[in-house]
């Protein structure tokens, strides 16, 4: 148990070390997911509690002054648990919403510390200190990173035990609720992502891949690959030259020259 909970906690420090590296989105749970299933042993389970997990933190998103729950500490407890207890995506959704929930009011707490390390940052950067810059960018991170790391592997280590007692506390009617709704988030989140990404211009394309996958069984990497080729042709990356001497840009040209 202590193994795993130190190798699980290291996968929290992967995650948070992300947002240091320029936010690849390794900290999705679609991503610290499976590599927490691969720990425990059920790689196949944690790639499923990931991809659900990954729709419901879907949305969660930081806008203005808003910070969403910490998805990081909530998916990989949540699905490690999960995979513990020999519970399927129904305990993880449960769980995963109140843990990052309470890793984020702990955030806040340390948060209220940060301020002392940005003006150092602030100092450095008067001075022309681009080490002391980084160095207190660095040393934020790793604040993060300890607290996750902690966070993770002392949760882990000492609240298998409660987890199974709340979820034993849970009715059945509720987790049977979890698992109609994990049901439903796939179309749920395709739809979410339908109202971005679907605009006059593209509705064309994306039927015509439905008609693809539907009425001619062409697999998903065709699809994928004719798209592609679509995309190259429709916009010239091919033969560059044709951009630029396209009507429209030769319009705009003119109107510069008209400055």
Not at 44 to 57: R, V, Y
Request: aromatic letters at 10%.
């Amino acid at each position: 148990m202590l193994v795993k909970a130190i190798l699980i906690s290291l996968v929290a420090a992967f995650a948070m070390f992300d947002y240091q590296l320029g936010s690849l989105y390794a900290f999705r749970p679609i991503v610290t997911c499976p590599l927490v299933g691969l720990i425990l042993g059920n790689l196949p389970a944690g790639l499923a509690i990931g991809a659900s997990l990954e729709l419901l933190f879907m949305g969660n998103i930081s806008i203005g002054a808003y910070v969403p729950p910490d998805e990081k500490v909530g998916s990989i407890l949540a699905c490690a648990f999960a995979i513990t207890l020999g519970k399927g995506t129904e305990a993880a959704l449960a769980l995963a919403m109140p843990i990052a929930t309470i890793s984020l009011a702990i955030s806040n707490v340390i948060n209220g510390l940060m301020p002392v390390i940005v003006d150092k940052a602030d100092v450095a950067a008067a001075r022309g200190d681009l080490k002391g810059v980084y160095a207190a960018h660095w040393a934020i991170g790793l604040v993060g990173v300890v607290k996750d790391v902690l966070l993770v592997g002392f949760a882990y280590y000492l609240g298998a035990n409660a987890v199974q007692g709340i979820l034993d506390w849970i009715p059945s009617f509720i987790m049977d609720g979890f698992g109609i709704a994990a049901n439903i988030l796939p179309a749920m989140g395709f739809a979410m992502l339908g109202r971005l990404v679907l605009k006059r211009e593209v509705m064309p394309f994306f039927f015509l891949g439905f008609l693809l996958a539907s009425y001619m069984n062409v697999p998903s990497l065709g699809v994928a690959l004719i798209a592609i080729i679509i995309g190259i042709e429709k916009f010239g990356l091919l033969n560059p030259q044709a951009n630029t001497d396209s009507p429209q840009l030769a319009a705009e040209g003119d109107d510069d020259d008209d400055f």
